[in-house]
């Protein structure tokens, strides 16, 4: 770890562009999941199913059903980008388990660019929805003095998304990394279960907060909340 959580070891240059420690993580979590991805779609048959297509239909059912619940629509147009969020940020928390790597989102740089996405996501969908100028006029609903109140709400969505998974996800790693150095390898076990229980919250927190905000956006009547 460095000393700073804002600040991160440079691995490399590309160029004028210096690639830290989480950029690398990052780049190392998106190829496992594309790996992954490749080895569990070689692996999917319609007549003689295995356990592994399996486990991955009744995953793919219950995030259906999550949002479903959640999100009071058909699934079916949100789910790439829901389940790949889902997926990505518990894959990344969980990389924190592996001896000597950080994970991403313990960066807040990386969990700002994932609050942005959404952001995108949820501009995309209301405009999609609703036509630019009926998506803009619902930020001034039900008055016009309240539009610069819902345009701050809207930004602060981001900060507090990005710095909720930030401060979760880095907390654990400070106290993991602390109680290591101080206790040995056996008795930090236990912080690492915690870890590992935290990290797969904080991934159904946020894709949770994504939904609400993108189902809001993309409903009949679109009010900022």
């Known amino acids: ?127 999609r929805r609703h036509g630019l100028w009926g998506y803009l006029r619902s930020y001034a609903q039900p008055s016009l003095l309240v539009l610069p109140l819902n345009l701050i709400e809207a930004l602060t969505r981001i900060v507090s998304m990005s710095v909720r998974l930030f401060g979760n996800i880095m907390s654990g790693v400070v106290i993991s990394t602390v109680v290591l150095g101080l206790a040995g390898l056996l008795v930090p076990v236990p912080f690492m279960a915690l870890e590992l229980l935290t990290g797969l919250i904080q991934a159904y927190i946020f894709t949770v907060l994504a939904m609400v905000f993108i189902a809001a956006a993309a409903s009949e009547s679109s009010e900022p909340e």
Request: aromatic fraction near 8%; charged fraction near 10%; charge should be negative.
């Open 1 to 127: 770890m460095t000393n700073s959580p804002f600040k991160h070891e440079v691995l490399l240059h590309l160029g004028p562009l210096a690639i830290t420690a989480p950029v690398v993580t990052t780049w190392g979590v998106m190829l496992a999941l594309v790996l992954g991805a490749a080895w569990l779609r070689s692996r999917l048959s319609v007549r003689t199913p295995g356990r592994v297509q399996a486990l991955a239909e009744l995953a793919f059912d219950m995030v259906q059903t999550e949002m479903r619940s959640t999100m009071n629509a058909d699934p079916a147009p949100f789910l790439p980008m829901i389940a790949t969020l889902f997926v990505f940020i518990l894959t990344a928390n969980l990389s924190g388990l592996i001896p000597g790597v950080e994970p991403p989102t313990a960066a807040l740089e990386t969990d700002l660019v994932l609050a942005l996405a959404v952001f995108a996501a949820v501009l995309g969908w209301g405009i």
